[in-house]
C-alpha cells in the first residue's frame, strides 16, 4: 500500500515535466499573497534567493517517493547549522517552520498524518519543475519560445 503511493508520487512527478500549462498558470496563484483562515500568507517569489532555494528544494526527486522532514529542509538550507549556538539553532528551525507553513498555505506540501513528514503535492512538483526549467532556459531561448 505505502510503496504503491510512492510508486504514484514518483511517476506523478516525472509527468509533471510534460505540463502543457503556461508558466503563469503554474506560479501564478502562488506568486501572489493568499488568506487562509483569517490569517495572510506573503506571496512567494520564486527569483528572490531563500525562496529559490526553498522551491528548488521541492524539485528533488528524492522528496516523491518519502517527502520530507524539518531535519531534511535544515540540511538543505542551512548546511552549516550545528556550528551555530543553541539560540541560532533556535530561531534557523523556527524559520523552517514558517517556511514549512507557507508551502502548505499555496498548496505546494501537504502533512502526512501521524507522522512528521510532508509530501510535495502535484502543483508544488508542477511549480519545482516550471522554476527550475525556467532557471536554466538561456533568456535568448525563452524569447524566441515567447515570439
Given amino acids: 500500500m505505502i510503496s504503491n503511493q510512492a510508486n504514484e508520487r514518483y511517476a506523478h512527478s516525472i509527468s509533471a515535466l510534460h505540463a502543457k500549462e503556461t508558466l503563469d498558470d ?3 496563484s502562488s ?3 493568499h488568506t487562509e483562515n483569517g490569517r495572510r500568507y506573503r506571496a512567494l517569489n ?3 534567493t531563500e525562496d529559490h532555494k526553498l522551491l528548488t528544494f521541492l524539485g528533488k526527486g528524492e522528496l516523491a517517493v518519502n517527502g520530507f522532514r524539518n531535519r531534511d529542509l535544515r540540511a538543505w538550507l542551512y548546511p552549516t547549522v550545528e556550528t551555530l549556538g543553541l539560540d541560532q539553532q533556535s530561531r534557523r528551525t523556527g524559520q523552517r517552520t514558517r ?3 507557507l508551502l502548505r498555505a499555496h498548496g505546494l506540501v501537504r502533512k502526512v498524518t501521524g507522522v512528521n513528514r510532508y509530501v510535495v503535492t502535484s502543483k508544488g512538483r508542477r511549480f ?3 522554476l527550475l526549467g525556467a532557471s536554466v532556459l538561456p533568456v ?3 524569447m524566441e519560445m515567447a515570439s
Fill in 140 to 142: 535568448e531561448r525563452v
Fill in 46 to 48: 520564486p527569483w528572490q
Fill in 26 to 28: 503554474i506560479v501564478g
Fill in 99 to 101: 517556511r514549512i507553513r
Fill in 128 to 130: 519545482a519543475v516550471a
Fill in 31 to 33: 506568486c501572489k499573497p
